[in-house]
């Protein structure tokens, strides 16, 4: 057994204690952000003075040669360890003896694992912040490409008023445009450096925050020490926003998912996103939809996991928190799967422009501008409102459209229609002059996607 501490203990730890107290099989994954805090610390502390730069240089080259080492697969991180500092700090002292026993000066595990998860979790929120550009990336070439693709538009999963594919992807782009912004938010927040906070107090050594915070890209210390190493609200920000991510994700992939079935038939998935059945030859299912709609579940539990685990504790540190990380590590892999995945499948999947168009035109999504036409001609609304309901009901009877409906059979329901009642309720007409900003009209959404593309211009969150 491997550990940092033990000189006030007469007995070894029992093994299933030790076992269910280490965390070097999922903090392993720090070992990059362990190092790289370690670094900044031991330069930090060369510069203070507290360490010669001949200890620094030893240091820094050892670890170094562990991270290149680790890296190349030459070294392993093996259980033996009770973490990855443990991991670290030992293999350090093998090479280069006394030298490496003093990397540690000035610092808590509890301030070092604080700084390695915050190092960890701004990564992944750049990391996350660039594979939701490429999704609306991917949104903003379909909106350039289906201007003029006609489909329903739906209100409780019926056919409501006609809209455009552009438009309809449009909601989408703002969904997801709104999760770049929170990822933005939690980096600026979160990007305030912990290191120097000690066990909960601080430390009696003359270190200087500031520095080491600059040398690690943040915008400085953070300024209490208790709430530096107790403090996980960035990492339930960045859950609750990877649970709305999947919660935008699954929404549309339910949409696709209706969209691929027999009845409606307006997307065909790319064979390379789609899976068959066993027994069934003819199935061709949308496996990618289906399994982004179920693992959205499994970021939620991560929300609730760490806000379950951090209701009740007391300040500073408490043990309960290492449960923070695999819950972590989970929904962002998770997150980042199926981001990928599901920009995959959407970039290569085909829309069925006259099925769309034709299932607008079958459910009645243009009556609100037929009744918006006899308001034109001066019926007041609540008229034509009851005037146009009869309409519907005749075409049902008549298992027909609305423009179907020859002039005479109209006029037996109002005199004020005429012949270009016709004109008015194609769905070009539906569409094009509905001219407010965020309505579907080409010529707004042609200004909406020249906004989305200088938004798309811009660098990344965390500028």
């Not at 099989?25 to 190092?35: K, V």
């Not at 594919?165 to 938010?185: C, I, N, S, W």
């Amino acid at each position: 057994m491997a550990q940092l501490w033990g000189g006030r203990f007469t007995k070894q730890t029992d093994d299933l204690v030790y076992h269910f107290n280490a965390s070097i099989s999922f903090d392993r994954r720090f070992l990059e952000e362990d190092i790289e805090g370690s670094i900044a610390h031991v330069v930090m502390l060369a510069k203070q003075g507290i360490l010669t730069n001949e200890e620094k240089d030893q240091i820094v080259k050892g670890l170094g040669d562990i991270r290149k080492e680790v890296r190349d697969g030459q070294l392993a991180v093996t259980d033996e360890y009770e973490d990855v500092h443990s991991f670290v700090e030992a293999k350090l002292i093998e090479r280069i003896g006394d030298a490496g026993k003093k990397m540690h000066t000035g610092r808590s595990r509890n301030d070092q694992v604080a700084l390695d998860l915050r190092l960890y979790v701004r990564k992944e929120i750049l990391n996350v912040d660039g594979l939701l550009k490429e999704l609306l990336n991917v949104l903003l070439r379909i909106q350039k490409e289906h201007l003029t693709t006609y489909m329903p538009g739906f209100t409780h999963l019926q056919k409501a008023q006609p809209v455009t594919l552009a438009h309809h992807m449009g909601a989408y782009f703002e969904m997801f445009k709104r999760d770049r912004g929170r990822m933005h938010d939690i980096f600026m927040r979160m990007n305030y450096c912990p290191l120097g906070a000690g066990a909960l107090a601080g430390t009696t050594y003359p270190l200087d925050r500031s520095y080491t915070a600059s040398m690690l890209g943040f915008e400085g210390p953070t300024l209490n020490s208790m709430d530096s190493v107790s403090d996980r609200d960035y990492v339930i920000e960045f859950l609750s926003a990877a649970a709305t991510i999947m919660m935008h994700l699954s929404r549309f992939s339910e949409e696709i998912i209706i969209w691929n079935s027999n009845e409606y038939r307006f997307i065909e998935l790319d064979d390379a996103y789609s899976t068959g059945s066993s027994i069934m030859p003819q199935k061709k299912n949308p496996d990618i939809a289906e399994l982004v709609r179920g693992k959205t579940g499994r970021v939620y539990g991560a929300l609730v996991s760490i806000l379950t685990t951090m209701k009740g504790l007391p300040l500073a540190y408490n043990k309960d928190m290492q449960e923070d990380k695999e819950l972590t590590f989970d929904a962002i892999d998770t997150v980042k799967d199926c981001l990928t995945l599901f920009t995959g499948m959407l970039s290569t999947a085909g829309f069925r422009k006259e099925v769309m168009a034709k299932s607008a035109m079958g459910g009645f999504t243009n009556a609100t501008d037929a009744a918006d036409y006899l308001v034109g001609k001066g019926v007041p609304f609540r008229d034509a409102h009851g005037i146009i309901g009869k309409l519907v009901l005749t075409c049902i009877e008549k298992q027909c459209s609305i423009e179907e409906l020859t002039l005479p059979e109209l006029k037996e329901l109002s005199p004020v229609f005429e012949e270009d009642i016709y004109d008015a309720v194609s769905l070009k007409t539906c569409v094009e002059k509905r001219l407010t900003l965020g309505a579907p009209g080409i010529e707004v959404m042609k200004q909406v996607i020249a906004d989305n593309e200088a938004y798309l211009a811009k660098d990344g969150c965390e500028t």
